[in-house]
Nanobody
Framework: QVQLVESGGGLVQPGGSLRLSCVAS????????MNWYRQAPGNERELVAS???????TYADAVKGRFTISRDNDKNTVYLQMNSLKPEDTAIYYC????????????WGQGTQVTVSS
């Protein structure tokens, strides 16, 4: 059973940066598409960024040009570099893994809080 543990969240001022990490255990992320989602209070969970096992990336329009997703398969870790943060980026950020050959094989982390405020 794959377990995902996020870290790196916190309080940051508008315009600041954070880097989130998601470390996987119990499985190898090279077999998974890795995603970052976020959920703000009162909102539905939304997809922020994805990276395939071939390292192709996609981003939500709201974060394009500011966020960068990357993966290190040797470290079994996926990252989300967040720059030029805005108050509307405030949310709980969740790591998600979807097995490439079995789309019903899905795993979630517990989330890490990101708060952007002055």
């Amino acid at each position: 059973q794959v377990q995902l543990v996020e870290s790196g969240g916190g309080l940051v001022q508008p315009g600041g940066s954070l880097r989130l990490s998601c470390v996987a255990s119990g499985g190898m992320i090279r077999f998974y598409t890795m995603n970052w989602y976020r959920q703000a209070p009162g909102n539905e969970r939304e997809l922020v960024a994805s990276i395939t096992n071939g390292a192709g990336t996609t981003y939500a329009d709201a974060v394009k040009g500011r966020f960068t997703i990357s993966r290190d398969n040797d470290k079994n870790t996926v990252y989300l570099q967040m720059n030029s943060l805005k108050p509307e980026d405030t949310a709980i950020y969740y790591c998600n893994a979807v097995m490439v050959v079995a789309l019903d094989n899905v795993h979630w982390g517990q989330g890490t809080q990101v708060t952007v405020s002055s």
